[in-house]
């Protein structure tokens, strides 16, 4: 196996040489023949091991292997321990989903803070066989049938070609010693009930599966980029990107063969798991949203709006003080005496100094909110403001407006002036606001 890894690497994952490599080992076979590989082969590595605090002593004693195994090949080895059952009942998660964010969390963290190229994982073609099983049974599209990513950001797996088989026949080869996770015997999890009872049928049935998966994942795959390649096509007509947010045009959408399936491929890079409360949205009345963990989906009139949830979630006042003449969150606003008026537009606006009191605020609208408008006579709700002016939903949750220490409206951030702040030519100072 050692020379056909070698050839697999300098055919397939070439980057990998002269890199600074991180790897993933718990102890286990697989982790254990991926580390001893590499190193036989002169790659650059560090070892990271998580120890999750699940099998009491046994948990230990594969954290010393791990240092120990780091010494013998020159490795440097971080490890770092985790209460995952607090964890994970604080956060009212499984274990085994807990066990992973901690990991890769942690993972990030030694990349950041030790500039690691690569983080390198022992998946192997087993376990692609069986996250496909799993992924079947609980329902999934063809992103999830097209097995684990070689590649995943930094993020490598250099034995997703190799069979357990091929793994298993290379330790005993070179008699390398490694630890026995006994909770693999187990079937308390879905993993390892198709892991023991399923897969072994299936290799029954046919002898060669590891090799008929991997191509018919690799005719998934091609499939794959087919559909982003027509996803990518229409994006230019369908979709528009503004500010603060996406702009998908229902209209445009429903002429297509399947808008609902066109929808999903949209938007499934943004968490949302309730796809048929997202496919309703299509015929439903304005202002209807659904949310997932990062995204909102919003949808007004003729189109659905997609933003981030920090868009859509409540945000305190800001304070400017006399002193700042600039500020850059959550806008870039800058603020500045002046003794000359110039030319105004909606990003330049000049005030009378006299008239306002500091520290002023920057919001966003509240019920009730009124101002003067520039230009007309009398007071007017923001609310009619906005309906006046056509607003949409989302450009209403995002609009900022400027106010006075007393929360009177000085300015509606890129749209409108009130007219009790206005320069006249009574104005002895005068204030210069500009939006970048």
Not at 95 to 124: C, G, K, M, P
Not at 180 to 196: F, G, L, M, Q, V
């Amino acid at each position: 196996m050692l020379q056909k890894f070698s050839n697999y690497i300098q055919q397939n994952l070439p980057f990998l040489k002269d890199k600074k490599l991180l790897v993933a080992i718990s102890g286990g076979i697989d982790s254990v023949a991926l580390t001893t590989l590499l190193s036989k082969l002169g790659f650059a590595i560090s070892l990271a091991h998580c120890n999750f605090n699940l099998r009491g002593k046994e948990s230990d004693l594969d954290e010393e292997f791990v240092k120990k195994l780091g010494e013998k090949l020159n490795a440097r080895v971080y490890t770092k321990q985790f209460k995952t059952k607090e964890i994970a009942q604080e956060n009212k998660q499984s274990t085994q989903i807990t066990a992973r964010n901690l990991r890769y969390h942690w993972f990030s963290e030694l990349v950041e803070q030790n500039s690691f190229d690569y983080v390198l994982t022992a998946h192997h073609a087993d376990d692609n066989i069986e996250t496909f099983l799993i992924n079947l049974t609980r329902g999934t599209g063809l992103d999830g049938l097209t097995g684990i990513p070689q590649i995943n950001g930094n993020i490598v797996r250099p034995l997703l070609p190799f069979s357990q088989k091929e793994i298993s026949t290379f330790i005993k080869e070179y008699a390398i010693e490694w630890r026995e996770d006994k909770s693999n015997a187990t079937t308390k999890y879905i993993r390892n009930k198709i892991r023991h009872q399923v897969v072994p049928y299936l290799k029954e049935i046919n002898p060669s599966l590891v090799d008929t998966f991997a191509k018919t994942t690799n005719n998934l795959r091609e499939s794959q980029e087919i559909i982003e390649d027509r996803i990518e096509n229409i994006k230019s007509n369908i979709v528009t990107v503004e500010e603060d947010a996406i702009k998908i045009s229902i209209k445009k959408l429903e002429k297509l063969s399947n808008p609902k399936a066109y929808l999903y491929q949209l938007l499934k890079q943004y968490n949302f798991t309730e796809w048929d409360n997202v496919y309703t949205l299509l015929t439903a009345q304005s202002g209807k949203q659904v949310f997932s963990k990062t995204n909102t989906l919003l949808k007004d009139r003729a189109y659905l709006f997609l933003f981030k949830n920090s868009v859509s979630k409540d945000v305190k006042t800001i304070f400017i003080t006399e002193q700042q003449q600039e500020i850059t969150t959550p806008i870039h606003l800058k603020i500045e005496a002046t003794q000359q008026k110039s030319e105004e537009n909606r990003k330049t606006v000049f005030i009378d100094k006299e008239k306002i009191l500091f520290p002023l605020k920057l919001r966003k609208w509240e019920k009730g909110d009124f101002f003067y408008p520039t230009g007309m006579k009398g007071k007017k709700k923001l609310s009619k403001y906005f309906k006046d002016e056509k607003f949409s939903l989302i450009e209403k949750q995002t609009t900022w407006l400027l106010c006075n220490n007393d929360d009177r409206v000085i300015l509606i951030i890129n749209h409108r002036q009130d007219s009790r702040f206005q320069v006249t030519e009574q104005t002895t100072s005068l204030i210069k606001i500009s939006l970048f």
